[in-house]
């Protein structure tokens, strides 16, 4: 989601870039790019026209022209566009209500309601601690109620037993019921999908709003939707009355339009997004990473985030420790290309990391994926505890040996082992105690133990993408095609770029040039 | 090849959607060209009407400038300019509104339906049966999304409800080897039409993806030429994402035709243009509704028509 918009945009933003003036003429042409391509990522027209109309007047008025960088300053002026469009700040879920809280779903048929109240119980009963009981209202399709029961069941979290022959206003009723009498801190009310145009089905839904008195309610939509997204949101707004949005299916490759539309459309903010079949695949919707996103400058607020969830903190401590003494072995690399693994892979690390739109086809080219650290892994796999331990001893029949074991080829495990070389030197260097935004870094994952606090995250965030001059995106300017075949590593944690440094070192093990 | 009340019935609910739709084309349209004459402005109006009916940034252009084509600074009535534009649109679906032809000598002949996750598969699928039923075919249901939870169960009802045997499987079971038994039971009770539902997917989800090549692969070794058939269903609501669906479904099963849903809502399914314009995919049904007989035959003029918001 949202790559496809930003390989455009940032191509469109890199001619801007590149100039020194700009005419009315060249903002103009930029302009008419721009709208093409938010026309077809599916952004509502109504939200484009204003988004460009704005765009033309701040670019075109003394802004631009008194700056510097005209280019720049335009780049900025979308990217702050875009964080009004989407909401200036996230917006989660309320539940500051007496007990029991309602939360009302509803949405078009299809759009992932039912998959998404499983979801958000299970984030509400685990993460955020609350008793939460759901509650299906759908009478009309079938095998609905069944659904939402299993799912109740796969995620742990109580459903409500099914009454044949009620109307949802009656199991609303019986569930808030329900909720009271069972000490629940949460009743999730999960209801039918209907169409905006059917009034019957409408009127159900505020009636079923008026007996709950949900605290939240939601509107379920798709994230592949297209241009109607605007009526459907403005209706279920006009005729029900929401209080949020969730998006789904933002794991598709569509380009997220609707994402920009809803909330322009509303003014209701999107709360939640859902990103893939997996129950955890729910995540807190956060405006400015999303637009850092979608201009193609990475969001390593949730790079780092994701990584402090993932990462075993005693491990990683022990880890750096081994590191500071210069002991980083191979056991230790594998633990890391593990980990990398564990926070989705390349591919999920990718998405995150600022500039990488562009080079997603060239990566694809060099055939850089996944299986390059299984297979690293899996050469280690191969070595016997010692040669893990100490890994001068491989010499040609060690390698031949474990070449055959790993299915792999003996340059291969060179590869392998001048990137560890490399990284144990980088490591030693690091524990040296050099400053800087690397080493803060380094220090969240793992050198100085410890997890990061929310305002060491804030202000990471804020030498990252705006503490970046606009238009030096990074890697727009300094990650040429030449990108695989650096085996330097400037950190402690394989896969996280030089932040802040100019030449953003790629730090992914073993891009060895492929052919 | 529809009669005229069936024909009325989707018809008049397309038509409603439109009427109660603020931002439908055929009001759109009326208020540009009642206020000014067709110049420059007027058709790049008109090409943002199009747009806001998801025909896409390409073909709306396309469309807009035939409609302009020789027809600059005059005055032309409103009807005029959405007759024109039903028209233009007309001769882009009309080679792709196909029905599906069940051939009589494949027995049984495979139904395979695909699609993203929601887009109404279960839906139109129950839908199918009972019109196969209706015309006296012996029909046989697999329900093959194993993933999603009590979607066996729904298949099971639209089985009950259509009095069509359903092969089940366990949830979680494979789906490609429950393709392979249905296929295998079908053949042996001389079943006329076996459809296979399938989990929702999307499209950039390789090892998904791959599953369902599995299940083509698997099926052909009970049937070379099977599946017979393989509809992606659309969701009339979904934007340009639609092409990419397309693309990959295609690339992955060979898709042969396509089914759009959900046309009952505001959304017009303008996509199908863009579609139609790019892939040449018949297009065999619309649905319009949840109830069993709410699947129509896809008729390019009338939803030409509809999406131009032309009346009767």
Known sequence: MFDGLSERLSGILDRLTRRGALSAADVDAAAREVRRALLEADVALDVVTGFITTLKERAVGVEVIKSVTPGQMVVKIVHDQLIETLGATADPIDLNAPAPVAIMMVGL?????????????????????????????????PAAMEQLAVLGQQVGVDTLPIVAGQTPVQIAQRAIQAGKLGGYDVVLLDTAGRITLDDAMMAEAAEVRRAAQPHEVLLVADALTGQDAVNLAKSFNERVGLTGIVLTRID??????????????????????????????????????IADRILGMGDIVSLVEKAAATIDAEKAARTAERMRKGQFDL???REQLEQMTKMGGLGGLMGMLPGIAKMKNQMAAANLDDKLLKRQVAIINSMTPRERRNPDLLKNSRKKRIAAGSGTRAEDINKLLKMHRGMADMMKAMGSGKRGPMAALGNMMGFGGGMPSPEEMQKLAEKMPGGLPPGGLPGAGGLPPNMPGLPKMPGGFPGLPGLGSGKLPPGFPGLGKKK | MNDST????????????????????????????????????AIEELEEVLIRADLGVAVAAKVAAAVGEGRYDKSVTADEVKTIFAAEMEKILAPVA??????????PFVILVIGVNGSGKTTTIGKLAAKFSAEGRRVMLAAGDTFRAAAIEQLKIWGTRTQAPVIASTAGADAASLAFEALTAAKAQAIDVLIIDTAGRLQNKAGLMGELEKIVRVMKKVDASAPHAVLLVLDATVGQNALSQVEEFSRVAGVTGLVMTKLDGTARGGILVAIAAKHRLPVHFIGVGEGVDDLSPFAAGDFARAVAGLDG
């Open chain 1, 331 to 333: 056991n230790d690399l």
């Open chain 2, 98 to 107: 196909q029905p599906l032809v069940i051939d009589g000598s494949a027995k």
């Open chain 2, 6 to 41: 069936q024909k009325k019935s989707w018809w008049q609910r397309l038509k409603g959607g439109l009427s109660r739709t603020s931002s439908s084309i055929g009001t759109a349209i009326t208020d540009l060209v009642s206020k000014r004459r067709l110049d420059a402005a």
């Open chain 1, 252 to 289: 598709g490759d569509g380009r997220g339009g609707a994402a920009l539309s809803m909330r322009a459309v509303t003014g209701k903010p999107i709360k939640l997004m859902g990103t893939g079949e997996k129950m955890d695949g729910l995540e807190d919707f956060h405006p400015t990473r």
């Open chain 1, 109 to 141: 048929q299809g759009s992932g309601k039912t998959t998404t109240s499983a979801k958000l119980a299970k984030r509400l009963t685990e993460v955020m601690k609350r008793k939460t009981l759901m509650a299906s209202l759908d009478t009309r399709r």
